[in-house]
């Protein structure tokens, strides 16, 4: 793992476990990004702080949110939402975004202040679809 900082930017940049026992080079393959910083964006505009209700215009209905068991992180699925981007996602004050039946751990429903917290580009995962990778663009 590899946090990149920029004044008040974070990247996390997360490598194989295979490779950890060898030295990160220029050469060393990302596997993983996660970006939690409002700057960056998806090519289709979704960024952090962006509120769910306006993910649906872009990536179509919310199909699922799901929270782990172990952290209690909620992982939210659109219709349109490409391969290999995950939204990490919450509501206001650190609470929930989805609205869940009890004792259950997905929904289809969330809280109106519901945002993206964080974008997670699995970089490898994404290219079995079209060979292509998700990428990130910084808007500010």
């Given at each position: 793992l590899v946090v990149v900082k920029?004044?008040?930017?974070?990247?996390?940049?997360?490598?194989?476990?295979?490779?950890?026992?060898?030295?990160?080079?220029?050469?060393?393959?990302?596997?993983?990004?996660?970006?939690?910083?409002?700057?960056?964006?998806?090519?289709?505009?979704?960024?952090?702080?962006?509120?769910?209700?306006?993910?649906?215009?872009?990536?179509?209905?919310?199909?699922?949110?799901?929270?782990?068991?172990?952290?209690?992180?909620?992982?939210?699925?659109?219709?349109?939402?490409?391969?290999?981007?995950?939204?990490?996602?919450?509501?206001?004050?650190?609470?929930?975004?989805?609205?869940?039946?009890?004792?259950?751990?997905?929904?289809?429903?969330?809280?109106?202040?519901?945002?993206?917290?964080?974008?997670?580009?699995?970089?490898?995962?994404?290219?079995?679809?079209?060979?292509?990778?998700?990428?990130l663009n910084q808007t500010e």
């Amino acid at each position: 793992l590899v946090v990149v900082k920029d004044k008040d930017t974070a990247v996390m940049l997360m490598y194989p476990i295979s490779d950890q026992a060898r030295p990160i080079n220029d050469r060393t393959k990302i596997e993983y990004v996660l970006v939690c910083d409002g700057s960056y964006a998806t090519k289709d505009g979704i960024h952090p702080g962006m509120f769910l209700r306006d993910v649906e215009s872009i990536y179509g209905k919310l199909t699922k949110i799901s929270m782990s068991e172990i952290e209690s992180r909620e992982e939210a699925e659109f219709a349109r939402i490409p391969s290999g981007i995950t939204l990490r996602v919450g509501g206001a004050n650190y609470a929930q975004a989805g609205i869940y039946p009890h004792g259950k751990r997905e929904t289809k429903r969330f809280h109106p202040d519901a945002s993206v917290w964080c974008i997670a580009i699995d970089i490898f995962g994404a290219r079995n679809e079209k060979n292509k990778s998700p990428s990130l663009n910084q808007t500010e």
